[in-house]
């Protein structure tokens, strides 16, 4: 979505928002909605429930596990220990990749970083 700069009027007031510019943003939200399988109805119906724009856009941003790099989805993702969204088996391979790594290291006698 492009952002556009908020101009005043002489009262130090916003402007009106130009009109090509409030369709163009209307007609992007509802196709982001379409591809999220929300219709035209139920996406006003969310506007009327009280849902923010800023919500539905966080909502409908894809979300990437930061171990393998795909796209994760947000409803069976684990939450790791920074807060960011990965696979599960990701990170289950991560930890155990990290437990045999300072296993190997106290083995060669060598300090654990943890």
Known sequence: ???TKVTMNNLRQPAEPKQDVV?????????IAQRQGITPADFIQL???GMRISGFLAA????YCWI???EVSLET???DEHGSAVHEPCLF???KMETA???FGASRGFASET
Do not use: P, Q, W, Y
């Open 68 to 70: 393998c790099g795909h």
């Open 93 to 95: 391979a991560r930890m």
């Open 77 to 79: 993702c684990k939450i």
């Open 23 to 31: 369709e163009s943003a209307i007609v992007e939200l509802l196709e």
């Open 1 to 3: 979505m492009t952002l």
């Open 47 to 49: 506007l009327d429930s």
């Open 101 to 103: 790594s300072s296993r």
């Open 60 to 63: 409908m941003t894809t979300h």
